[in-house]
């Protein structure tokens, strides 16, 4: 499988199920738009790529979370492994881009800027996809750092 990153829109999101042994695993689709030049230099969407993401454990439980708290919307990076699997539909050979997500994160919506604005009260989520600091990944090493 090769490794990929890429950042999306969230498409339709098929909801947290467990397995028979109650491990959850969480599938939704994503969407990239490429961005092109034209010949008179500005920028057009290009061709929509969808990705079928699926993530399990704890992964699967803070990302259905956080895409329930954004109403179904938002954009996600998405690191993980991904595969290729041809499929036949009304008699249509097509091809799927399969991802296994190693990690997510949410990318914040635009906001207006407040002059007085306040800080947070509530604690950071800390780590990469929504993942506790100390649960590996981004933000578990000393100050914050990526943990090679």
Known sequence: MASVTFTGNIGKSQGLK?????????????????RVKDQSGQY????????????????AEATDAQIAAQ????????TGRMSTREYEHNGEKRESLDV???SVGFVPRNQPAQSQQ?????PAQGGWGGQPANA??????PA???AF
């Open 71 to 78: 109403g179904g919307k938002g954009k996600v990076i998405v």
């Open 136 to 141: 590996g990944g981004w933000g578990s090493g």
């Open 118 to 122: 306040q800080p947070s009260q509530q």
């Open 100 to 102: 296994v997500a190693d």
């Open 18 to 34: 467990f397995s028979q042994d109650g491990k959850p695993r969480l599938s939704f689709s994503a969407a990239e738009t490429a």
């Open 44 to 59: 057009v969407d290009g061709g929509t790529t969808w990705f079928n993401v699926t993530l399990f454990g704890y992964l």
């Open 144 to 146: 914050n750092e990526p």
